[in-house]
């Protein structure tokens, strides 16, 4: 059955540290590794496009198969935050879906800075397309079609199943449903950030990510023998060092915290920083606030 119209919110999700690999089947490449989904993330609305509405399209990006448009209007058409924008994720999630139409993204969440914005688009986008156009897939057929069109993108590797699971997902394997494996640090905390600008996720994803792998199995084997808060947070402080990804801004902001006592991290791949609890408040900050996620993304109503 087809509504036409749709809604979902994705959480956002901060990584605290991974490794990367990849696989020349998209839905088996991503990465390992653990991170926070938080009740900030973004809502995504579907429905069909406007008469004359044309897409931004991403540079380079491949032309689809007309024959798998639905509808008169043969377009993606992507709207974020009210600005028209281009999220070669979503244009991928529609592809593989063989529909078309109008997608309205909208977040609180700075953009390029670590919190899985495109992912969640990605997510939503598919979750919502599904309802909207009757397409009748399954949820893990609809987190794969997410995955791999971010990996497809090189715009991330383990946000989607991440945003997917919700609470404080730990990627033990990588991969999209079926291939990879999920668990979990069984809590809940008040989330603090404060963001200091973007970093480049294709650039890393796209650079030499040896030593950056290497240290995120270090951190991978660290939380698995003790699956708690502190030691994720610990956990990723060394990780962001032993990678070299660490921003001088960043680390005075994650100092700052560690000398009034809290416990803070830097968001991958982002100038970010989060704590756990109120440790940037308490380190003279005005940081955003919100809480960990209890679940993952749903449908909601419009």
Known sequence: MSSQRAAAFVPGHVTAFFSAHSDERPAAAGSRGAGLTLTDGVDVAVAPAEPGERAEMDVGAETPDEANFSGENDEVTLILNGEPAAIGAVTNVFDALGVRGRVVVDTDLPIGAGFGVSGAAALGAALAANEAF????????????????????????????????????IRLEPGA????????VPARTRVEYVTFGELSTEAVLGGDTTALSAAGENALDRLRSDPQLPTLMAAAREFAADAGLLVPEVAETIAAVDRAGGDAAMAMLGRTVFALGTGLSDAGYDPTVCRTHPSGARLVDE
């Open 134 to 169: 009757g397409c009748a897939r399954s949820e893990n057929e609809l987190v794969r079609i997410a995955h791999e069109a971010e990996v497809k993108n090189g715009t991330g590797l383990g946000d989607v199943v991440a945003q997917a699971r919700g609470g404080v997902p």
């Open 177 to 184: 449903p079926g291939i990879g494996v999920l668990d979990g």
